[in-house]
Nanobody
């Protein structure tokens, strides 16, 4: 079955950087769109970034600071996070959806995604 495993979270000071990874298995990775979402306590899950083929999409709040990328040979998607701020503190989730059925859907819609990882905690101290 499809599994997504996130890693790379942790505690970092404001202005610092982290790189999250999400390793996928049980699917033909290149045929899937990948997304990153986050959820802070008391908040709804929100879209952070997505990648579909070579096209990337970002939430306004992270544009210019975060970069999503993928390595199809490793079945892994990454989220490079720079200039982190306390408001970036959240559990970060990766998610995936098959390209053939979702190519016309907005990547920021969580309902587009079929599979989710367990999440990794990112905490940014001020």
């Amino acid at each position: 079955q499809v599994q997504l495993v996130e890693s790379g979270g942790g505690l970092v000071q404001a202005g610092g950087s982290l790189r999250l990874s999400c390793a996928a298995s049980g699917l033909t990775f290149s045929n899937y769109a990948m997304g990153w979402f986050r959820q802070a306590p008391g908040n709804e899950r929100e879209f952070v970034a997505g990648i579909r083929w070579s096209t990337t999409v970002y939430a306004e709040s992270v544009k210019g600071r975060f970069t999503i990328s993928r390595d199809n040979a490793k079945s892994t998607v990454y989220l490079q996070m720079n200039s982190l701020q306390p408001e970036d503190t959240a559990v970060y989730y990766c998610a995936t959806a098959p390209l053939f059925s979702t190519s016309a859907q907005p990547m920021g819609n969580p309902r587009m995604y079929n599979y989710w990882g367990q999440g990794t905690q990112v905490t940014v101290s001020s």
